[in-house]
Each structure stands twice: as C-alpha cells, then as structure tokens.
C-alpha cells in the first residue's frame, strides 16, 4: 500500500483501497509481483489474474522515486512469463486513457481492444475513459 500511495496520482481514480487488495489476494488464480531494492525495500509490484486460459494485470506501479529506471518494464515482462506458466493464452489490462504507461504496455505488444467510457473517478469528482489493451502471450499469434 505505501507504493500504491506514493505512485498513483489521487486525480485520476485509479488505485486501489488497502480492502479492495485484501478482498481479491486470496481468491484463486491471483497473484502479486514485488520488485525490491537491494535492501529488499518495495520498489514496485503487479497484481496480477489468471481465469480460463485469459490473464489479466490489474494494477502496476513503481514508487515515483524509483520510476523511469525501467522497474515497471521489468515487472511487466514478469506478468507476461508468469502468466505464459500459467497457461494464459490471451493478456488483458485497462488503463486510464491518458496515463504514461499505455507507451510502456504498447512497446510489449499491447493493442487498443476497447474502451469503457467514464470508468475512473478521479478526487475532484472528473470521469476517465479506461482504455482495454490485450496481445497474445505468444507476441506471435497477435
Ligand atoms: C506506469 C509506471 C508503473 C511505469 O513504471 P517505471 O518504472 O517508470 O517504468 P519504466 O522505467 O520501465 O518505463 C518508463 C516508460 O513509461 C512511460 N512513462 C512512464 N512515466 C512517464 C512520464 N512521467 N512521462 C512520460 N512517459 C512516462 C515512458 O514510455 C517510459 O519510457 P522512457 O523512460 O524510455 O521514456 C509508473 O509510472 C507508475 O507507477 N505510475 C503510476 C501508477 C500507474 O499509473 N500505473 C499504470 C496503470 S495500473
């Protein structure tokens, strides 16, 4: 929770309460990526689903210290070989559309699939389409 805190800006809506994480670690086919420093403090992490061949990364996010070192195409690259061992054969997430992470999801393959209007609420009470990106976990077969 402090990285999902210190990484996501309250305007956009996007994070998730400590509650929500508790409620949906547990449930089968969930799992969670840290990324540590080298005095094992989190840095970033992935939360990530995986549901009938279909995995899904629900939130990803580096502590703003931290950022634009290339933590999160790292985790990213963990969600794509850990949902391939999963036997996920279709990657899913959604994104704010606007939020900088969309140039990292398409530089791993990711393509624009659909849109959900009004999906965010952001602090001051603004509405944020959320974007759906989706490749194959075999970037070949996109
Ligand atoms: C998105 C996020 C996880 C990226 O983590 P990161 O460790 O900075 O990612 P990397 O260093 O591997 O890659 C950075 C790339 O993301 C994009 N990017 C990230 N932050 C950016 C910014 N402030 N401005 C422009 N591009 C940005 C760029 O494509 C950048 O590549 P570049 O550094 O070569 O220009 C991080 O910015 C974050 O935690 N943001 C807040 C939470 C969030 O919005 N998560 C995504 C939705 S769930």
Not at 45 to 52: D, M, Y
């Amino acid at each position: 929770m402090r990285v999902m805190n210190d990484s996501f800006d309250p305007a956009f809506g996007e994070a998730w309460t400590a509650p929500q994480c508790a409620g949906l670690l547990p449930l089968p086919g969930v799992w969670l990526t840290l990324a540590r420093d080298a005095n094992s403090r989190p840095l970033g992490f992935a939360l990530s689903r995986v549901v009938a061949g279909e995995a899904e990364l629900l939130l990803l996010a580096v502590r703003n210290s931290a950022q634009r070192r290339g933590v999160g195409a790292r985790l990213i690259e963990r969600f794509i070989s850990d949902s391939s061992v999963r036997n996920a054969e279709r990657l899913h997430l959604e994104v704010r559309d606007g939020n900088h992470a969309i140039a990292l999801y398409k530089r791993y393959g990711f393509g624009e699939v659909g849109r959900r209007k009004n999906y965010y609420s952001g602090s001051s009470g603004e509405r944020f389409d959320a974007l759906t990106l989706a490749r194959s976990t075999d970037i070949r077969r996109t």
